[in-house]
């Protein structure tokens, strides 16, 4: 459990606030269910309620049906209590109809703020004409009428910081501290990825990269800092520090303001290798990277135009290492082309980087994707996955879905009995190092080990079944 506030939810709030709405947030990741949304209603009596995905968080990029159908329920219950509902998201943008149909009056199409504001002057100040709205969708005699695209803010610096006064600050460090014994906040320092990679999904800032000053980012993390106190920064860019020289400006800044905090991004392997990146990302307070490995098969990160290359991630690997920061690798399985050559790649990489985290994921169809394009035909009645523990195969894969869940776990396995085998011999070697969590990781590691031969029995014998539709 890793829980932070709706970060994109908060720059709206901060933004329509500056405009003069007065604003109240329900913060859906406390709420112990959604009576919680009703009692809120009753509490505050809004005229219009906003419910807004937090574009910073990769579950929302998701689109998962749990998730939708809990926008859905949300959006009938303020509709049944008399308020006007917008909605903003991927899966908003992705599937306006539906939305529009299960009780939003209208819909934010791309990036959300200023098209928040001026529908909140339509809706309650009567100052513009809805159709003049560009990023706006609605309904019109049955009709789904869609406005202009909205243009997105080039200037983030512009930007309100988020709202923080509007989160129970308290109750989120008590939960840190309860399941990591710290607290963690986070940050965002640019908007969208210019890469092309044709899995990705990029409703909402489409392909372009905007950057925040690495001053402005800093003068946010003195408040932060002053105000909050957290241990730990979650900077939950898409990529971090993509600019040139932008890395190296943050760090000295960091510095020279006296808030360096540790803290983790995601990057791509690539632009770690460029100059100096990883020492002044050290420098900065970064303990933590997580890249976007995909797989260690060259074949399948061409076929991805991932732009990248497996000797990249392994450089990258090395650097991060030798400068003391944590490695985290995003894997993907399943992609078209894979096949048990190139899995077999995959672990072979994981088995010689040794990341210090891995994320395992298999290759998820998004509208709007060339990816998608490529194999809709394939799509059945399925289209979304329930929650992210689904790991559903919606297209023909090389072999079938349940194979993809054990290799998953397989994976997992494999990873943790390498980790306990490095582990032990680092303890031998250094005795006292030694303490009751590497003692309870060795032992966890082992337990892997043991039990990885029945994964694997299960693994093998779906593969001999083949590819199923899904």
């Keep these: 459990m890793m829980p932070y506030p709706p970060l994109g939810t908060l720059y709206a709030a901060s933004y329509v606030r500056a405009q003069g709405y007065s604003v109240t947030l329900f913060d859906s990741m406390l709420a112990e269910g959604e009576h919680e949304l009703g009692e809120a209603l009753r509490r505050h009596r809004p005229k219009v309620v906003v419910i807004y995905d937090d574009d910073f968080n990769y579950l929302t990029k998701m689109c998962l049906t749990k998730m939708r159908e809990a926008a859905f329920r949300m959006s009938s219950m303020a509709r049944s209590a008399g308020c006007t509902v917008i ?28 098209t928040l504001g001026e529908t909140l002057d339509h809706v309650l100040r009567g100052k513009r004409e809805r159709h003049e709205i560009p990023g706006l969708a609605y309904r019109k005699n049955d009709t789904v009428v869609r406005t202009m695209r909205r243009d997105v803010i080039r200037d983030l610096d512009t930007l309100p910081f988020p709202a923080w006064d509007l989160v129970d600050v308290e109750r989120y460090r008590r939960l840190w501290q309860k399941h990591h014994g710290y607290f963690s906040v986070n940050m965002v320092t640019t908007r969208g990825c210019p890469y092309h990679c044709n899995w990705c999904a990029k409703p909402l800032y489409g392909q372009v990269y905007n950057s ?15 105000a909050l106190h957290p241990d730990h920064i979650w900077f939950c860019d898409d990529i971090f520090g993509l600019k040139p020289g932008w890395v190296g400006e943050f760090s000295r800044e960091v510095q020279r303001q006296g808030v360096v905090t540790p803290f983790k991004c995601l990057a791509r392997a690539d632009l770690l290798l460029r100059d100096s990146t990883v020492e002044h990302l050290r420098s900065a307070g970064c303990t933590s990277v997580w890249l976007g490995a995909e797989s260690g098969s060259q074949k399948i990160l061409d076929a991805m ?12 690997r090395r650097r991060l290492h030798d400068a003391g920061i944590a490695a985290g690798f995003f894997l993907q399985y399943g992609y078209p082309g894979e096949t048990w050559t190139e899995i077999e790649q995959t672990l072979a990489m994981l088995r010689d980087c040794m990341p210090d985290e891995i994320g395992i994921s298999v290759s998820y169809p998004l509208p709007g994707t060339r990816f998608y394009e490529s194999v809709v035909r394939q799509l059945g009645e399925k289209r979304n996955w329930t929650d992210s523990q689904d790991l ?58 043991i039990t990885v031969g029945r994964h694997e029995s299960t693994m093998h014998a779906l593969a001999r079944t083949g590819s199923t539709r899904p």
């Design 305 to 316: 135009e991932k732009g990248t290359t497996v000797a990249q991630i392994y450089e990258a």
């Design 392 to 449: 559903a195969m919606l297209f023909a894969g090389e072999f079938a879905p349940d194979f993809y869940r054990a290799l998953h776990t397989v994976t997992h396995k494999r990873f943790r009995s390498w980790q306990a085998r490095r582990l032990l011999t680092s303890c031998l070697r250094k005795p006292r190092s030694i303490n009751r969590n590497t003692l309870r990781r060795i032992a966890a590691g082992f337990y892997h080990r």
């Design 87 to 114: 909605v903003h998201g991927s899966d908003p943008a992705d599937h306006v109809d539906g939305y529009l149909r299960h009780g939003a009056d209208y819909v934010l199409v791309g990036e959300g703020e200023i």
């Design 212 to 226: 925040r000053s690495p001053g402005n980012v800093v003068r946010e993390m003195q408040q932060i800092v002053a």
